[in-house]
């Protein structure tokens, strides 16, 4: 009898272990849930509105039992984490977050899961290129952001807003030191130089991200341009020290995040009256993407959480929530701050390293000057 016993207990765990040891891209997506469900956890490295995420996946913990961990940190030092581990048997990562951009430094299919639109249930309808990084399946977008213009609504009115270069630098001369922009510290206002550097110099091949001198020689234009500006304009601190300063009076615009500016007004930090909008000659937008390391501990659970983030259901909430451009085409954009007409004059990064040159020309050619 005690042989019996132990025998059916063999014959239990090795069908147990076996299970678990089943390669996860062969199996069913109901046996992936029920793994997911054994699992129990998911480890996710996000680096941005960590607090306001662990609040927004308690949907997902009371759906599928699983916890969603998010650990402090910022990108950089997630993504170093990555590559510092990738080569361990298990590593601690379960999903990683980057920007679009960013991805291409880690785009070694052997160090991710995948690919995942074959993987995930509605794969096929997803986004796996975006701000010029195509993740070949592996990284599937899930928050979608754009840069625009923010403008207090209760001191400019619509009609009066520049939506030209030339309006530009006539707002610049009719309202001197009203229009600020960041250069270090987010997005908003490099998004803004690229903006002007692409409106100057038409014929370059961005998307290549060639950064060799006869490319780089070719925008003097643009920083003749906005040194034509420099005694009308403020350079800001940051993103945030941007909007500070819009909300409390100082300035009349600035670049900004549609995102970020519809979840300071979400906490009641910034008044409603602050709008967002894409000047006609466009502004840069992109997003971050998801991926789950090939050495995660938990990979059914972070396929099961990677397909509850990008679901339409969830999507739509990220929409009303954070503003996001959702990454799903059958989620609702209802809360969008820029309207679909203005949307339609985004356009994506300069691909690395030229977009990365180009901030770093205006800091040479204009702010150092």
Not at 304 to 332: C, E, G, K, R, Y
Not at 334 to 353: C, G, H, M, V, Y
Not at 357 to 369: A, M, T
Request: net charge negative.
């Amino acid at each position: 009898m005690y042989k019996h016993i132990v025998g059916l207990a063999l014959v239990l765990y090795t069908g147990l272990s076996c299970a678990l040891a089943q390669d996860i891209t062969t199996m069913s997506w109901p046996q992936i849930v029920a793994q997911a469900k054994q699992e129990g956890q998911v480890n996710w490295f996000n680096w941005y509105f960590q607090d306001r995420f662990r609040q927004q996946v308690s949907s997902f913990e009371a759906q599928y039992g699983i916890k969603v961990r998010i650990p402090d940190g910022d990108e950089k030092s997630n993504i170093n984490k990555f590559l510092a581990s990738k080569t361990e048997a298990v590593g601690d990562i379960d999903v990683l977050s980057v920007g679009g951009a960013d991805f291409r430094q880690l785009t070694s299919e052997k160090s991710f899961l995948g690919p995942l639109n074959t993987l995930l249930p509605d794969g096929a309808k997803l986004r796996y290129r975006i701000e010029g990084t195509d993740s070949h399946g592996y990284g599937v977008a899930f928050w979608g952001n754009q840069s625009g213009i923010a403008y207090d609504s209760q001191r400019i009115n619509e009609s009066a807003l520049p939506r030209t270069l030339e309006q530009f630098a006539s707002f610049m001369q009719q309202h001197p030191n009203q229009f600020g922009l960041n250069v270090e510290n987010g997005g908003s206002g490099p998004a803004f130089i690229e903006a002007v550097v692409r409106a100057q110099v038409p014929g370059v091949d961005y998307a290549s991200g060639i950064a060799d001198a006869s490319v780089l020689e070719r925008f003097a234009p643009a920083w003749r341009w906005f040194n034509q500006q420099k005694e009308r304009f403020i350079i800001t601190a940051s993103n945030a020290d941007s909007i500070t300063r819009l909300s409390a009076g100082e300035f009349l615009l600035v670049p900004a995040w549609e995102d970020y500016v519809a979840g300071l007004q979400k906490k009641n930090e910034i008044p409603k009256q602050i709008r967002v909008y894409i000047p006609d000659f466009g502004m840069p937008g992109g997003g971050n993407i998801v991926a789950i390391p090939a050495n995660a501990p938990h990979k059914a659970a972070a396929l099961v959480f990677i397909h509850w983030l990008t679901q339409a259901s969830t999507q739509s909430m990220f929409n009303q929530v954070f503003a996001v451009v959702p990454q799903n085409p059958d989620a609702s954009a209802d809360a969008a701050l820029i309207s679909a007409t203005e949307r339609q004059n985004s356009f994506t990064w300069a691909a690395k390293p030229l977009g990365d040159r180009i901030k770093e020309q205006f800091i040479e050619h204009v702010v150092l000057k």
